[in-house]
């Protein structure tokens, strides 16, 4: 672990005198990563910088605008000129830590880095169109799900509950305003059609495409993708797509033929499948509204035993997580062992995440007294170090038992001011009241571990 550890730190110090050739605070991500949200006409270049407008007129005369906006164009200059574009707060708060501290700009600049790319954007001018070596596309937002989590912008169920209830006025955070976006419905969205114009430009480069959501199942930009690729073969492609895995089981069947007929015909180099879950049994229901765990683990099933593909849980961390994930390593484990085998070729089918969640703050795990439900936590990361084996496929790996030992740290010791908390708590309660009276679900009976904390936050309210 600390071996491996410290050598990604030694790779990623390597490219930084290479990429300062340009500036120091030069990222190839502004240049190369781009999510693009057609629903809505929004991108940006990671995760950090807010998602900003793709102006139609523009797009109209270059469909490559989807990525290369002129708001981009003119903080890839700022970059070019060393100056820190503000969007990218997140990276220059982490460097300025001092150098033992890696951002995400610096580890993206070495896996994107190669020498091509480097010359085009040291030799063009800074307002040049470039085609991206990763995108992650988003073709509408129809969704037969709506965790609470999420937002209308990306789920067409959440969507019409707001338009159906209104927003949830009674809360400070996550109030889910319609008001203020425009949703295009894909069949006639003018950035799904400048996507159709871009794609034959753009696939001649592109190496990672990651299909999003909404449901991309329920897409047929996605379905036509599919077959685009099949005409048009990208044998350096990777091809990544998230799904709820809760669709009809005649879709899943009629997907998992077409990525084994892309992979076996080697279309595309490589295929990964995404899925959310965030615990077992009716919490994970409660948490993502719409989701059927039988569906899920009949689609499940069907997918791993059709293809020899992997596929990766993305195991949201969230408050409702705490009491009961152990439900879903006892799930995991059981799946390691029916699904890995002698004949694949890769070591693990059943790969897993556990990223944790900052926001809303009423679903963040640090608003709970730690006292109550630490011990939830610890017992979450005994279980994993009971079943630790790097050499049994069935087990869990010292790896992911890191990763996890970081998110019970970071909940031991991450400490809220008091108003935070407060706000949190408050917020809590109102949410749930009024998510269970919208949604018939019902909060004490779910998590009846949990109602001490639950009438702590009632009181608040
Ligand atoms: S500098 Fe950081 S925030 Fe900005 S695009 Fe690069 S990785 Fe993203």
Redesign the pocket.
């Known amino acids: 672990m600390q071996n491996s550890q410290t050598n990604t730190k030694e790779r990623i110090q390597k490219f930084i005198p290479i990429t300062n050739e340009i500036s120091p605070?030069f990222?190839?991500?502004?240049w190369h990563?781009t999510t693009i949200y057609l629903q809505t006409g929004e991108t940006?270049?990671?995760?950090?910088?807010p998602p900003h407008s793709i102006p139609l007129l523009d797009l109209l005369k270059n469909p490559s605008t989807l990525h290369n906006t002129n708001q981009k164009k003119l903080?890839r200059l700022e970059?070019l000129n060393g100056d820190k574009?503000s969007?990218?707060?997140?990276?220059?708060n982490i460097e300025s830590l001092g150098q033992d501290y890696i951002?995400?700009?610096l580890?993206?600049n070495s896996t994107i880095y190669t020498q091509e790319r480097f010359d085009q954007i040291k030799n063009g001018g800074w307002d040049q169109d470039i085609n991206p070596q990763y995108i992650e596309i988003s073709f509408g937002n129809e969704c037969n799900f709506k965790c609470g989590y999420c937002h209308p912008k990306h789920s067409s169920s959440y969507y019409k509950e707001i338009k159906d209830y209104g927003p949830y006025t009674m809360v400070k955070n996550h109030r889910n305003d319609i008001d203020w976006f425009t949703i295009y419905e894909e069949e006639d969205n003018p950035y799904v059609a400048a996507w159709w114009k871009w794609w034959p430009e753009v696939s001649k480069t592109l190496t990672i495409l990651r299909i999003t959501g909404g449901e991309p199942l329920l897409q047929a930009s996605t379905w036509r993708l599919l077959d685009e690729i099949f005409k048009n073969p990208m044998p350096d492609l990777e091809l990544n797509i998230n799904s709820n895995f809760g669709v009809k089981p005649i879709l899943i069947e009629r997907f998992s033929d077409k990525v084994n007929d892309l992979k076996k015909n080697k279309k595309i180099k490589d295929f990964k499948l995404f899925t959310s879950i965030d615990t077992w049994g009716h919490p994970a229901e409660y948490i993502r509204t719409g989701l059927d765990l039988d569906v899920w683990e009949r689609n499940l099933d069907h997918y791993l035993s059709k293809t020899d593909l992997p596929v990766t849980f993305m195991i949201t961390f969230n408050i409702l997580t705490v009491t009961n994930f152990q439900s879903l390593l006892v799930k995991i484990l059981e799946w390691r062992k029916k699904y890995n085998n002698d004949q694949q070729n890769r070591w693990q089918r059943l790969r897993f995440d556990t990223p944790y969640l900052k926001e809303p703050l009423q679903y963040d795990m640090n608003i709970l007294p730690k006292d109550e439900f630490m011990p939830y936590m610890y017992a979450h990361l005994n279980f994993i170090e009971q079943n630790v084996d790097d050499n049994d496929r069935s087990k869990f790996t010292n790896l992911e038992k890191e990763k996890f030992l970081r998110v019970v740290k970071y909940m031991d010791t991450a400490r809220y001011s008091g108003e935070k908390i407060f706000e949190g708590r408050r917020d809590f309660a109102n949410w749930f009241n009024e998510y269970d009276q919208r949604r018939g679900t019902d909060f004490l009976k779910t998590f009846p571990e949990m109602k001490n904390f639950y009438n702590l936050c009632q009181d608040l309210s």
Do not use: F, I, N, V
């Not at 990222?27 to 502004?30: E, G, I, W």
């Not at 969007?87 to 220059?92: A, P, S």
């Open positions: 605070t990222c190839l991500a502004k990563h940006h270049s990671c995760y950090h910088p903080e970059m574009p969007g990218c707060q997140y990276c220059w951002s995400d700009r580890e993206r």
